[in-house]
């Protein structure tokens, strides 16, 4: 029975199943190995870690109410499209996760700079967004979004629309349908994507680099920190190991997190 239960793939392939797990957690393991446990707290709490962290989390919270803002209706308009136009949205929706982040703030350049689509316009209202905070939260909001959209498009999807036409049947308008019944049942997608969402922003790198620079206390996130750690400015490479652990054990709580809220789960009951 326990063989049935496993399966039937070949036993030979658990060798390069296991190096495989080792390319993963092998490295991790490496930087727990390098923290200076005993200064881990001075580390974190230097004020330049703490700058870093605290713009960091900042932004990420910004960027992920903006991700909501947007990403909720636009994942109900993929869920609700056809086939073909929703294989176009979602094919869109998808591009900046396979994109380099570095792609992403040369894009983000070209449309918010100052010779940018928009560059020109701003500047006449007096607006700057490259190397400002705002760069940093939208550059965290354009790789963020896709993983908000995909979690909650899949959750409803997934529920169908027949609890929809169940309530409109019995009266209710389309807002009272989507607020009681549509997002309700799409809950643990909506909160995977948001928690997703927010680790995503958090380490956000190569697009924050090239679209708001590496300014402390302005631009300056946790990533950045660790990264002008390691290239001999900024932070002691002692709290840019610090910081990766910390970065470390978020993604950790994340995933977590994710685990406990995924359909199926024990959080992802159907409402009565």
């Known amino acids: 029975m326990r063989s049935a239960a496993r399966g039937y793939v070949p036993q030979v392939l658990a060798v390069p199943a296991v190096l495989g797990l080792a390319v993963l957690v092998v490295p991790l393991a490496a930087l727990v190995g390098r923290v200076e446990w005993a200064t881990l707290w001075r580390d974190v709490t230097a004020p330049e870690a703490l700058a870093a962290l605290a713009l960091s989390l900042q932004t990420g919270v910004v960027a992920t109410a903006l991700c909501l803002v947007l990403g909720v209706p636009l994942a109900l308009l993929i869920a609700r499209a056809g086939a073909r136009t929703a294989a176009v949205l979602r094919a869109a929706v998808t ?12 894009a983000l350049l070209f449309l918010f700079g100052r010779r940018g689509w928009l560059g020109p316009v701003l500047a006449d209202l007096g607006i700057q967004i490259p190397f400002t905070t705002v760069a940093v939260v939208l550059a965290q909001t354009f790789v963020a979004l896709p993983f908000l959209v995909l979690a909650l498009e899949g959750a409803l999807r997934s529920t169908g629309v027949g609890y929809e036409q169940a309530a409109a049947a019995l009266g209710a308008g389309r807002w009272r349908i989507l607020w009681r019944v549509t997002l309700p049942l799409a809950l643990p997608g909506l909160v995977a994507g948001t ?23 302005v631009t300056q996130t946790m990533p950045l920190a660790i990264y002008t750690a390691f290239n001999g400015a900024g932070v002691s490479q002692g709290t840019a190991v610090a910081l990766s652990l910390l970065l470390l054990v978020t993604a950790l709580a994340v995933l977590l997190l994710v685990r406990a809220w995924r359909p199926g789960g024990p959080s992802a009951e159907v409402p009565r």
């Open 195 to 217: 928690v997703l969402c927010f680790a995503r922003a958090v380490g956000e790198f190569g697009a924050t680099a090239l679209f708001a620079g590496n300014a402390p206390g």
């Open 95 to 106: 591009v900046p996760l396979v994109l380099p982040p570095m792609v992403g703030g040369v």
